[in-house]
């Protein structure tokens, strides 16, 4: 490779010298731990994830269904939300343990089932530009610029014209993660402050005891129940959170955050504006010393909170969007679809504040919408180019950043071309369906890595507490089970 390449500095401190076996792929270098200096030098990961979270469930579908069924399916809402923390953790292990992404360790496992899932990548992955056409609808609203087109032609421009914007700060901005992270803190502020201030309307506060009690766990029983519902249902519940690959997005972000073993591996920086950073294809493993255990026990509490943190402000988000539904839209019979998948819901701040409330809540609903295209564009580039280094030897001829930025160009285009296919809401129904199925595909992965592969190259207390183990396991089995009665239900009944 003609560059020079400079990393964050740390590899001659860590490195010691000696290698640990594991599964397919290269041996793991031994090295130190890094220390771990305090929570609060960590946050971010979480918030970034809760951003990308706020994107499609938590604006449109959770209250489509409570604008259309009131109470019926309230009650799968927490569980929802909650399964998704378990799967979070066991991401986040894996990176701090060894530095690696998660695909890389899906390869270790065999490149078979890296390469399930790599297709299993671009299937969901063709339908996302919907986010920025979703995001187009509000902006298209709020501005009925350009004039002479429709709410479907305006959509479109304003979703284009978002891609380009996003698109340039991916390409300038010096550190990636750092642009992100920056990015969804201000959307995370944007977003909650403003449904929160919706939440102080005579009309909403005087049907919370009601709309809390809904929330309760409950098995539904719609009485209007649609069968054509069945795909938004399966997109609510993968959507309760990242939901399917976005899921393991997380783990490429704390990496690039500095977390654990990702402190000895470089991140992905601008061609144009920041110094290349090494980053080698494989990963570390640490020995059985009281300093690694010392440190490895912060970096637990570090993703527990770190988790912790992305996975209350999804549900804390999703729980206001649908109280507003409940009081606001499901009176009215109001219900969010077409091209105006994020207009209809203006009605959350237009009650109290009239014309500027309406224009506050596309400006809300735009930031929802749109930054998940920049998430997932970076997501999804992070995996395509993790696969490439972990399975083609001949590609690391090539810079895993360079990598990276061929599969932003992929991606931009092949979403500008898919937005054009079909009303938003029907194509992000697509991708939630793909990221339910995705969920049973990779969550057995995450076990077989942490809970069966990693106590043979690593000391015997790196493995999690059983109950935690048991959770994973609770938690995996209801994906998969969900699954396939989805399945059952669409090509057997």
């Not at 771990?36 to 946050?43: K, N, P, R, S, V």
């Not at 993968?238 to 990702?262: H, S, T």
């Not at 490895?296 to 909170?305: A, F, P, S």
């Amino acid at each position: 490779m003609a560059e020079k390449i400079k990393n964050m500095g740390t590899n001659q401190e860590y490195l010691i010298g000696g290698e640990v076996s594991m599964g397919k792929l290269d041996p793991l270098k031994l090295a130190v731990l890094p220390t771990f200096l305090g929570i609060f030098l960590y946050i971010g990961p979480g918030i970034l994830w809760a951003a990308l979270a706020q994107g499609s469930g938590e604006l449109i579908w959770w209250p489509y269904l409570t604008a259309k069924y009131g109470a019926a399916f309230l009650g799968l809402l927490i569980p929802a939300c909650l399964l998704q923390y378990w799967i979070n953790l066991e991401i986040m292990r894996y990176v701090i343990l060894t530095g690696e992404n998660p695909m890389t360790g899906f390869t270790r496992i065999g490149k078979w089932y890296a390469s399930i899932i790599f297709i299993g990548v671009l299937i969901e992955n063709i339908w996302f530009g919907a986010y920025a056409s979703a995001g187009g609808t509000a902006l298209g609203a709020l501005t009925q610029f350009p004039a002479a087109w429709g709410p479907g032609g305006r959509a479109l421009f304003w979703g284009y014209l978002t891609i380009g914007i996003y698109l340039f700060a991916l390409v300038f901005g010096r550190v990636v993660y750092n642009v992100l992270e920056k990015f969804s803190i201000a959307i995370v502020v944007i977003t909650i402050g403003g449904i929160t201030a919706a939440l102080f309307q005579p009309k909403v506060y005087s049907v919370g005891f009601e709309f809390v009690s809904a929330l309760v766990p409950h098995v539904p029983r719609p009485s209007n129940w649609d069968p054509k519902d069945l795909g938004i249902i399966v997109t609510s519940i993968a959507y309760a959170g990242a939901g399917g690959f976005g899921q393991l997005f997380i783990g490429y972000w704390i990496r690039d955050k500095g977390a654990g073993m990702g402190k000895l591996i470089g991140r992905v920086t601008s061609p144009i504006t920041g110094t290349l950073e090494a980053i080698p294809a494989t990963g570390m493993a640490f020995a059985d010393t009281e300093e690694n255990k010392r440190n490895y026990k912060g970096w637990v509490r570090y993703i527990t909170t770190e988790n912790g943190i992305a996975i209350f402000l999804n549900t804390l988000t999703t729980v206001i969007m649908c109280w507003l539904a409940f009081a606001l839209l499901l009176p009215e019979g109001k219900i969010p679809k077409g091209w105006e998948i994020a207009v209809v819901q203006s009605a959350f701040f237009e009650v109290a504040w009239g014309s500027i409330g309406r224009a506050l809540f596309l400006i809300v609903a735009a930031a929802f919408l749109c930054d998940a295209w920049l998430q997932l564009t970076d997501g999804f580039s992070r995996m395509w180019a993790d696969f490439i280094y972990s399975n083609i030897k001949r590609g690391r001829k090539y810079h895993f950043r360079t990598w990276y930025y061929i599969f932003v160009g992929v991606f931009s285009v092949s979403t500008i071309f898919t937005m054009t296919l079909a009303q938003p809401g029907k194509l992000i129904m697509i991708r939630g369906i793909c990221s339910f199925l995705a969920m049973a595909v990779f969550a057995p992965g995450l076990i077989y890595l942490n809970y069966y592969m990693i106590p043979k190259a690593f000391p015997k207390w790196v493995k999690p507490h059983p109950i935690t183990q048991g959770l994973m396991y609770f938690c995996t089995a209801s994906y998969v089970v969900m699954s396939l009665v989805y399945l059952y239900i669409v090509f057997v009944r």
